[in-house]
């Protein structure tokens, strides 16, 4: 079973920051896009910030400015920099791998934001 594997999540106060990483196995191949998603407590889930393989990216507009997403192709790793964090960024973060054959979403990693 594939895994990705998530790491950076934790409890930040209003205005800190936090780097979320999100590596892939080399078994994935022919990656398309990597991106976060999060999940708030009662609230669907969303997407947070997307980087396709020719670099260009999308934000939603609640980050935009405030987080930056960034991949590493050669270690099929993708960064989330959340920078001025703030209370409503709180919730589960989810790493999204889509590749040519499937789609894969990470375990979540816990993102808390005290005001």
């Known amino acids: 079973q594939v895994q990705l594997v998530e790491s950076g999540g934790g409890l930040v106060q209003a205005g800190g920051s936090l780097r979320l990483s999100c590596a892939a196995p080399?078994?994935?191949?022919?990656?398309?896009?990597m991106g976060w998603y999060r999940q708030a407590p009662g609230k669907q889930r969303e997407l947070v910030a997307k980087?396709?393989?020719?670099?260009?990216?999308n934000y939603a507009d609640s980050v935009k400015g405030r987080f930056t997403i960034s991949r590493d192709n050669a270690k099929n790793t993708v960064y989330l920099q959340m920078k001025s964090l703030k209370p409503e960024d709180t919730a589960v973060y989810y790493c999204?791998?889509?590749?040519?054959?499937?789609?894969?979403w990470g375990q979540g990693t816990q993102v808390t934001v005290s005001s």
């Open positions: 999204r791998v889509e590749s040519f054959f499937n789609n894969y």
């Open positions: 080399e078994s994935i191949f022919s990656i398309n896009a």
């Open positions: 980087i396709i393989r020719d670099g260009s990216t």
